[in-house]
């Protein structure tokens, strides 16, 4: 008995087994199968197949195939009542996905042929037991030819492990840890976690990292076709999701990790400059989708470089865009955004900016101007959306690369209160000058302006007085001189012209100045 049974299951079945699988899968799937080579060790309760490949409807691109699966079948399944497969090993999966014209793709008959069958009711049976373990894919591969977009993309070293997954009593409230990881377009993708599929719970974790995703290889794929041309970027993540189900307290989901973008470069459809940085990192804590609890730990950009534009009607280059975004996502517009919406609470922990670059061109005035803020560095700390408590702010950056401005103290947006320390060195005027000339009879040669104080703003009791405001400080317009528009010959001059102890006050509105001096002055009187 034990020959025939060895006879059999090593000689007679697997030929069989291979026949029928090659006449049924292309009976179904209406396309060429071929099978190399199928092997059963029916004592060890294995089953091999080798060199799966199918075949498209039509030529003979690969449609999907694989070099070997193995499965390992256990005896114990008897016993349990219920399959129970030791081993499941699939080696080099490929698949071969084609977008074709009309959004139909190369498998869509497939679909539509399974919508079409008549699905007979079936009754309310429980589900069968099962327990497979080891479950291995290695080096599966997915090519997808997006035609439309004349695209192609690929997903390469396709590697996933699960060591069980089991519906049985005994595994309910253990969890499963899937592991996965493949490179798409060059970009590595990992993935791991923990879960209990089958109990009430449904506790499940997952690990999601990501490295050097080219968004450029995306972007065509946006609902929406963009005001502006992406021309760089690459994406970096590494997040962390946790879900559970209580039936108290219903579902919650929380979200913790970092996400990059590194080296981003932005443009106007017509090719113009726009926006661009080397880096922005958000990281963020342990936040609460469901709940709608949102904590930012830091928030860092590095190296801004915005271009700010206006042409000669006036129309500034960042609303243009604004409006273009409008109309192609439908106008829509929301009465209340989600970080001002009572029910949101958040927090962000530091926000900051890292040699940051503007470049001002307006060219409304018959004088354009052209000017620029660089070394822009920035530091929030501690803003959070109940109000509570202000805000540490820092700012710093300099006007033409001579002038400087600095600002430091605390700010609360949410009470409309800020209490902050200005400070300006060598502030150049004559570079601004496109923006007073034509009101002056003279023209501004030169002339710096130099000013520290404290500026204090606070929301009014009265809703119609608005915003109460102070300042106290000193300032200084020195080496300043003005000419004459029609000769050229000094006007007014003056090395230093101070004002100190000056006080002023908003709403209501007053001005005090304890003191005035006036060095080295000439004025042509005519």
Not at 276 to 304: H, Q, T, W, Y
Not at 381 to 404: D, V
Not at 405 to 410: A, F, L, R
């Amino acid at each position: 008995v034990t020959l025939v049974f060895a006879l059999f299951g090593f000689f007679v079945l697997p030929p069989v087994v291979k026949s029928i699988a090659i006449e049924q899968a292309s009976k179904f799937l209406h396309r060429p199968v071929v099978v190399k080579q199928v092997r059963i060790n029916p004592f060890a309760m294995t089953l091999d197949v080798e060199g799966l490949s199918i075949k498209e409807r039509e030529g003979d691109e690969l449609f999907a195939g694989f070099d070997s699966l193995h499965v390992n079948f256990e005896s114990v399944s008897l016993v349990k009542r219920g399959l129970v497969i030791g081993e499941v090993r699939l080696v080099n999966p490929k698949f071969h996905v084609v977008r074709l014209s009309d959004n139909r793709y190369n498998f869509s008959d497939l679909l539509e042929q399974s919508a079409s069958e008549p699905k007979a009711p079936k009754a309310q049976e429980a589900t069968p037991l099962f327990s497979v373990n080891n479950m291995q894919l290695q080096g599966g591969s997915i090519i997808f030819d997006d035609r439309p977009m004349h695209e192609k993309h690929e997903i390469r070293d396709v590697n996933l492990s699960l060591p069980f997954v089991s519906n049985m009593a005994y595994a309910l409230d253990v969890f499963v840890e899937p592991a996965f990881s493949a490179v798409i377009n060059g970009a590595m993708i990992r993935a791991s976690g923990k879960s209990k599929p089958f109990a009430d719970s449904l506790e499940s974790e997952l690990s999601l990292e990501l490295a050097d995703l080219k968004l450029t290889q995306y972007i065509d794929y946006l609902p929406v076709k963009l005001p502006v041309k992406l021309q760089a970027g690459t994406l970096d993540s590494a997040v962390k999701y946790k879900f559970t189900l209580d039936k108290a307290k219903g579902a919650s989901l929380h979200v913790a990790g970092k996400t990059s973008i590194r080296n981003l470069e932005v443009k106007e459809s017509n090719g113009d400059a726009l926006f661009a940085f080397k880096r922005l990192d958000i990281e963020l804590g342990l936040c609460d989708l469901m709940a709608g609890n949102f904590v930012v730990d830091r928030i860092a950009l590095d190296s801004p470089d915005i271009s700010v534009r206006i042409d000669k009607k006036g129309i500034l280059n960042w609303t243009t865009l604004s409006a273009q975004n409008a109309n192609a996502t439908g106008g829509v517009e929301t009465k209340q955004t989600a970080l001002m919406d009572p029910s949101v609470v958040w927090s962000l922990g530091e926000f900051s900016i890292a040699g940051g670059t503007i470049r001002l061109q307006d060219d409304s005035r018959k004088m354009p101007f052209k000017g620029s803020i660089e070394a822009f560095d920035l530091n929030l700390k501690k803003l959070e959306s109940r109000g509570t408590e202000s805000a540490e702010l820092a700012a710093r950056f300099k006007i033409n690369k001579r002038g400087e401005i600095s600002v430091e103290g605390s700010v609360n947006p949410f009470n409309l209160s800020a209490d902050l320390n200005l400070g300006v060195k060598t502030f150049e005027l004559l570079p601004f000058q496109p923006y007073f000339a034509e009101k002056l009879n003279v023209a501004v040669t030169r002339g710096q302006v130099t000013a520290n104080g404290n500026i204090k703003l606070r929301k009014a009791a009265s809703a119609d007085v608005g915003i109460e405001g102070a300042f106290s400080g000193q300032a200084t317009l020195g080496d300043f001189l003005a000419v004459d528009k029609i000769n050229s010959a000094d006007f007014l001059r003056w090395k230093s012209f101070y004002v100190g102890n000056i006080d002023v006050s908003l709403n209501p509105m007053s001005v005090s100045v304890g003191e005035i001096a006036l060095s080295d002055f000439f004025a042509r009187i005519i």
